[in-house]
């Protein structure tokens, strides 16, 4: 699959910001007393907001006639898209809500921990819809299985969480509790991660036999009836070379999950406590930037058998 | 009703006859035009809902060359109209007509990636996906002679390899044709039921390219041959 830079932009930073919202909302709700106060959870609330939005508005650059985007709402009954799309807007009153809740400080204790509640729930389905806006395609079978959801929701989190642990070091340089629990989001979805790169690992979808109806003997393209490209070479031909692709398979190990565990691990002692968080945060971006490409760029569509492949 | 095509994959010759039919009377009908960038410069491309591709299929010399003409199943598991956020992709209740309504659609691609088939393609220049409409305006129009409300495609077949009907009914051309000769789905394992079928060539011996001389004598020369061989 051609990998769009909007789409790519638009899953890894509104994944990171619902999950940087959810990850506030159950921290400030989970622990009394904490360094942030109010002004730091609406801080951040409003760091997540920002990068929510501006990956919606990234995800709209994809559209070709973007005048009738307003009715992309209209299927939620069987539609992923329109799902992702409905729950990302409804999400802005309920985190309006829970944030004018913080400032205002109202409601008693147990309204504050319905409205987190609510607001962590909302933004985790929103991070598994998008996921299931992929994993719902019945012809992409690299796509199509539970690791992908499970995949958005964890890098989702896990960046969220990164992100997360440099606001607090602003108002607090000690938070070792933070930093442990931050460490095994980044390890549960490097294992994630890692799974998914073995589960898709050879061709095991429709053969050009059954695209064709010809099961019993061999079948090979002799012409593909084009002589230029078409929508459909554009779209679903994208191939980048196996060996590329398994240097960048490494590369996303590196970014997204190793630098980050490590300058958690070691370099808490060893430099100011915002340059770890800030390493961090930027390595951990562009790990999942690649691994975001890649996802798009391993993906076979079943069109590609019509196209000469043997398998997909 | 279940309007839908057969495709006879034994008379078919490739003429690609079908896609230009289909072109000429889509571009200028409910869901034209079907853009095209660079019509005479060098790399020429654009919409088509009709597609012609060529396979080897067997290995020789038993190996046949078969053209494979392929346009919208129509299917009765139309995922593409399931995944479709904004309502633009329909599938009518009355004939099983899958279409796009180009008012509403906002150019996403989604549906193009649900369908198998490459049956969708988007209108980079209206910024709307298209597709085989089953000449859904030339089939109902009353204005034309009867025998002539099919399909562009299935009229202009010069050899006679596309039939259209109503697979609803156990009568219809395209019912009994597909049950005689074993009409079969492309990717059935994927569950979208489509609806058009294929007709695969009727198996034939190979015939061989070169026939050997064949007598009496020979026969015997060659038996004497081989005895002394040994
Ligand atoms: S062939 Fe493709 S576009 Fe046509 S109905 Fe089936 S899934 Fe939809
Ligand atoms: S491209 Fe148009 S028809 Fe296809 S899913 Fe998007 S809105 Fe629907
Ligand atoms: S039925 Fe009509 S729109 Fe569909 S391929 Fe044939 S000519 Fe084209």
Known sequence: MHPALSVIFFTVTSGAGYGLFAITCLYNSISQSHPLGDEGVLLSCAIALGLITFGLISSTFHLANPKNAWRAFSRVRTSWLAREGLLAILFYPIAALYMVTIWKGIGGYNWLAVISMLSALWAITTIFSTGMIYACLKTIRQWHNALTPINYILLGAMLGGLIFLFIVSMYEPVITGLVVTSTYLIIIAAIAKIVYFFWIGTPAGPTINTATSFTRSMVRLLDVGHTAGTFLTEEFGYQVARARLIALRWLVLLFAFAIPALVLWVGVGLMPISVVFAIAVISGFIGVMIERWLFFAEARHVVNLYHGTQQC | ?230
């Not at chain 2, 919409?47 to 299917?75: A, L, Q």
């Not at chain 2, 562009?152 to 049950?179: K, Q």
């Not at chain 2, 011996?205 to 005895?227: C, F, G, M, Q």
Request: aromatic share 8%; charged share 30%.
């Open chain 2, 1 to 230: 009703m279940k309007l839908g095509l057969v495709i006879d994959l034994d008379t078919c010759v490739g003429c690609n006859a079908c896609a230009v039919a289909c072109k000429q009377w889509n571009t200028s009908g409910t869901t034209g035009p079907l853009t095209d960038f660079e019509p005479y410069g060098k790399d020429p491309t654009g919409v088509w809902f009709n597609r012609i591709r060529n396979y080897e299929v067997g290995d020789y010399p038993n190996s046949k060359t078969v053209h494979f003409p392929m346009s919208c199943m129509h299917c009765d598991d139309a995922a593409c109209v399931t995944v479709c956020p904004t309502g633009a992709s329909y599938k009518r209740e009355e004939d099983g007509i899958v279409l796009v309504d180009q008012d509403k659609c906002m150019g996403c691609n989604y549906c193009a990636w649900a369908c198998p088939y490459g049956a969708r393609e988007l209108d980079r220049e209206d910024g709307v996906m298209k597709k085989c409409t089953l000449c859904v305006d030339r089939i109902y129009d009353e204005n034309l002679p009867e025998d002539e409300r099919k399909p562009a495609c299935v009229m202009t077949c010069p050899s006679h390899a596309r039939y259209f009907g109503d697979f609803d009914d156990p009568n219809s051309e395209v019912s009994i044709i597909s049950r005689e000769r074993n009409g079969e789905q492309l990717m059935p394992e994927l569950g979208y039921e489509p609806v058009n079928k294929y007709l695969r060539p009727r198996e034939k011996k190979n015939v061989d390219t070169y026939v050997n001389e064949t007598n009496s004598i020979k026969a015997v020369k060659d038996w004497v041959n081989r005895l002394v061989a040994r």
